[in-house]
């Protein structure tokens, strides 16, 4: 099918042809729509100047010309029939919903409610048609197209897609990056160790109950009274402290309980729940069995439940920082712009161009590398690279150099002030020591693969001044300083942190923490509505596409307030015809309804002819 198409980009004398419906399936199941063709008559000639205006401003405009049409359509249709069923909603537009709730931090309904009678939206996401087909989506269709991204990864796609044609359109200058982590919350509940107990328990015996009934039936049930109701659970938390440790023993035992009397019953230690306890019962208690004796369950001591344990049984997936408490994180790589003039700075795009959401437990040194490597790949390669001491380990260093970038980080860790440092000996090029502080050559040097010594005479170091603080080592003959490459690397980072050209450059790195509270206050990425691992991962990366599109925009309208009055005239002058063209418009619209008598409602024609 061919349609005209009328022009409603910044240029608005373009005019084109375009097919409406391309079909990526053999079948017209898999429904999408030609976004990149500009229309003949504008569909949003209603709009007046203003509004026009201010339209043309928002992320909307931004959104609709240069991302909807990257949406990776192409990487969605192979999850839907293209022989079966009912038609899909046109794919462009069912991305793009996904991209927008996230970024405006919708719930299901608030998103199937914007989408019906937001005019921004319909704006963003080119839909002029006033169909039902084309505004509305029920809450079910986007829950399984959300299933569909979720599971299969596809969110990665829409965040590269998007990312890379805004790197493109702005000129992005990615050489500088920085990089931070921000810690997140899924939607569960703060459990103490009593509760992730109890509400193991609870859960389990709620679903035997709904699986084997009978089984229920023979338990303790004083027992099943104390965890299935659901206002058991609330007695839990109200635990006083000093009674804290006994009901843990209790709740503990009546855990162990469990397990034991259902562990040779293969249908029920198949079911979800019973694993659950299973893990719960190996990562907080030891089982002690004495020949002959039962088995006895010990809770262990808070400091050995290691921190990739269960936080709570709604989210398996959540871990423990012990900082930042349960949940996840999110590396976040971000370019940045270091000119000193404000405005400049407000005219460049500081663009996200790396995320990873990772278990609260992981480290922050695992994240330089995979962040380096997406952004070669993706052709965004920064040269140099701010972070803070966690990502600037040793080994993360010399990876980056062989990537030929430079990681600007402090090191771990501190020295005393009067320590004297390795980098204040004087070395010749192949790694050997030839003077100390105090002038004093070695009487001897020994290398061998990685590892130097270097050995002075006793009776140098022993009247020396400043032996206290000198990192050698008193020996038979002589005193020896043994080190090795990594240590000499080390001891050169650290002179120079001290320089002023360090401390100019890692200035700039302070401005992530901004960038981190934008991603929260824009999107509310650190307290979501989902649980489990690739929900939030799925919602923390499209949020940062709605970072991404939010600074665009003011960058965009930034470098407009800044055009000179030449691109002004142009800008005028594309005024004046947008006033033409929406008469013309109007015209063509009242023309319409009088010589499409068939195409109007019924009893419309004569009213519009009496006109
Ligand atoms: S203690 Fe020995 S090696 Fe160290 S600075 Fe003094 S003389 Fe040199």
């Excluded at 079966?84 to 069912?94: N, V």
């Excluded at 963003?124 to 048609?129: C, K, N, T």
């Amino acid at each position: 099918m061919i349609s005209l198409f009328y022009a409603c980009n910044d240029d608005p004398l373009v005019i084109g042809f375009s097919p409406t419906i391309e079909r990526l399936g053999a079948e017209e199941m898999i429904h999408t729509k030609d976004h990149k063709t500009a229309y003949i008559f504008d569909p949003w000639h209603f709009l007046g100047r203003k509004r026009r205006r201010l339209m043309d401003e928002s992320w909307a405009a931004l959104f609709r010309e240069h991302i909807l049409c990257e949406l990776p359509v192409n990487k969605v249709a192979p999850y839907f029939s293209d022989g079966m069923g009912r038609p899909t909603k046109e794919l462009y537009t069912a991305l793009g919903v996904l991209v927008l709730q996230q970024m405006l931090d919708l719930t299901d309904e608030e998103t199937v409610s914007q989408l019906a009678f937001n005019l921004q939206w319909h704006y963003a996401l080119d839909i002029a048609d006033e169909t039902d087909e084309a505004k509305y989506l029920c809450a079910k269709t986007l829950w399984n197209l959300r299933s569909v991204v979720i599971e299969n990864h596809l969110e990665q796609h829409l965040f590269e897609r998007s990312t890379d044609v805004l790197a493109r359109v702005f000129k992005v200058d990615t050489s500088k990056q920085r990089m931070d982590s921000v810690h997140i919350k899924s939607n569960m509940r703060r459990l103490g160790r009593i509760g992730i107990f109890a509400k193991s328990i609870h859960a389990f015996l709620v679903n035997l109950k709904r699986q084997h009934e009978e089984s229920l039936g023979n338990l303790d049930q004083g027992l099943v009274e104390r965890y299935l109701p659901e206002k058991a659970l609330g007695c839990f938390s109200l635990v006083k402290p000093s009674e804290a440790e006994k009901t843990l023993e209790r709740v503990s035992g009546d855990l162990f309980h469990l397990v034991q009397r259902f562990a040779d019953d293969p249908q029920v230690s198949s079911m979800y729940s019973y694993r659950t306890m299973l893990r719960v019962l190996k990562e907080h208690c030891e089982i002690q069995e004495e020949e002959g004796g039962p088995a006895e369950v010990k809770v262990k001591p808070s400091r050995e439940i290691p921190s990739d344990s269960l936080q709570n049984p709604s989210d398996p997936d959540a871990t423990y920082d012990g900082h930042k408490g349960q949940g996840y994180q999110v590396q976040v790589m971000e370019t940045y712009c270091t000119h000193e003039d404000e405005k400049e700075r407000d005219k460049t795009l500081n663009l996200i161009t790396h995320v990873e959401v990772q278990p609260a437990c992981e480290s922050d040194a695992h994240a330089l590398i995979p962040a380096l490597e997406s952004a070669i790949e993706r052709g965004l390669a920064p040269e140099e690279v701010l972070a803070d001491s966690l990502y600037g380990s040793d080994d993360n260093c010399q990876k980056a150099e062989a990537m030929d970038i430079e990681i600007i980080s402090p090191t771990m860790g501190s020295v005393k002030q009067e320590t004297i440092s390795l980098s204040e000996f004087r070395f010749s090029d192949r790694g050997k020591i030839i003077a100390c502080p105090q002038g004093h050559v070695p009487v001897r040097t020994k290398h061998k693969k990685n590892r130097y010594t270097a050995a002075f005479e006793c009776s140098d170091c022993t009247a020396c001044p400043m032996r206290q603080g000198c990192p050698v080592k008193p020996g038979k003959k002589h005193c020896h300083l043994r080190y090795d490459d990594k240590t000499m690397r080390i001891a050169n980072r650290r002179t120079i942190e001290h320089s002023a050209q360090f401390k100019e450059k890692y200035r700039w790195r302070a401005g992530v923490e901004s960038t981190m509270s934008a991603y929260d206050r824009t999107t509310g990425v650190k307290r979501l509505r989902v649980r489990g691992f690739p929900a939030v991962r799925f919602c923390a990366t499209l949020k940062a596409i709605g970072v991404n599109l939010m600074r665009a925009t003011a960058v965009r309208k930034a470098r407009r307030a800044g055009q000179d009055p030449a691109q002004g005239g142009r800008l005028s002058l594309q005024s004046v015809i947008s006033v033409v063209k929406e008469h013309v418009a109007s015209v063509w619209g009242v023309a319409k309804l009088i010589f499409s008598p068939f195409a109007c409602p019924k009893g419309t024609f004569q009213a519009h002819f009496a006109l």
